[in-house]
């Protein structure tokens, strides 16, 4: 069973097409719905809040032709504690995938485990590889000189500012590792890259090529991408005053974006908050992506799920 859990779940020529489609959809959008998952009802079970996942997978599966079914902790027998075992195995007899969101890691592991349905991650505390996937269409899509990510993200220099130990960096070490980037992180030594990530690397014999250092002007000179995220994640807020005052030096401010080269772009996978890791400034500036990253997430993950629905006929 092909699941999608980590940016490396999928193969080259997978990745390729998932690509391809993922640009094909957002092109010919109008002719939705399309006939990719007709008949097929997929399962979302979000364990934490989202706005931008949580649309774009339910939106997008209706485009594709199937019907989406929420579920949650509070109306399903997962809040009262059925096992992660009898769910995953029950659902599989309903259902033609699952997106999952939740805390752990193991979560999603244990759920691909016995799930018979291919499962991909909606996020988890470790990695967030659907706004990956979507971030890199969107850089393609800008920079312009490829749509193969192998072609068009090889040696493009991305900085990452703030909580380098968050599934956010986790998840563009592996891209910088998947597609030949030049990853750079740049935040307080308490927040550095986790050795988690490290060992991870080292299983799937991906190489470890990231720099992490505590000089932001340093990471963010002759960037293409400076990239930040929220300082404090959905489950850290007793951190939050702690946080904000460590990381207060890794704002993505003006002067910093100056740092980068001229037709550099800002991102962030949202949602944001102003004055915090980023300033308004360089939110509203023309180098501000966001919104096409949020968008490409519907048709990235529309490419996603075609691709595991193939895998997992034929
Ligand atoms: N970027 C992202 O995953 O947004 P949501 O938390 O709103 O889904």
Redesign the pocket.
């Known amino acids: 069973m092909k699941h999608f859990l980590e940016e490396n779940n999928l193969g080259k020529e997978e990745i390729l097409s998932v690509f391809k489609n993922a640009f094909e959809y957002k092109k010919n959008r109008a002719l939705r719905p399309t006939q990719d998952l007709m008949g097929q009802s997929w399962g979302m079970l979000f364990y934490?809040?989202?706005?931008?996942?949580?649309?774009?997978f339910e939106v997008g599966i209706r485009e594709l032709g199937g019907d989406p079914v929420l579920l949650d902790l509070s109306s399903t027998q997962i809040g009262r504690g059925e096992s992660i075992e009898d769910t995953a195995k029950v659902l599989s007899r309903f259902l033609d995938g699952l997106i999952i969101?939740a805390h752990g890691h193991e979560i999603i592991k244990e759920f691909a485990q016995y799930a018979e349905i291919p499962v991909i991650n909606?996020?988890t505390d470790f990695l967030?590889p659907?706004?990956i996937y979507a971030d890199c269409m969107t850089i393609l899509e800008k920079t312009g000189s490829s749509l193969n990510p192998y072609n068009g993200l090889k040696g493009k220099k991305l900085a990452f500012f703030g909580d380098t130990s968050c599934n956010m960096a986790n998840s563009w070490i592996l891209a910088g590792a998947l597609w030949d980037m030049d990853i750079w992180l740049s935040g307080p030594e308490e927040f550095k890259p986790s050795p988690e990530i490290e060992t991870f690397c080292k299983n799937a014999n991906l190489p470890i090529r990231w720099k992490y250092t505590q000089d932001c002007k340093e990471a963010a000179q002759n960037a293409d991408i400076l990239y930040t995220d929220v300082w404090v994640s959905?489950g850290y807020e007793k951190e939050e005053n702690d946080r904000k005052e460590k990381m207060a030096r890794y704002q993505v401010t003006q002067d910093l974006l100056n740092q980068a080269k001229e037709n550099s772009f800002f991102m962030h996978?949202?949602?944001t908050h102003s004055g915090e890791e980023v300033t308004q400034e360089v939110l509203s500036s023309p180098r501000s992506i966001l919104y096409d990253?949020?968008e490409n997430?519907l048709h990235m993950q529309k490419a996603i799920m075609k691709q595991l629905s193939q895998n997992n006929i034929s």
């Open positions: 934490k809040n989202s706005t931008r996942t949580k649309v774009s969101r909606a996020l967030h659907c706004q959905m996978c949202m949602p990253q949020a997430r």
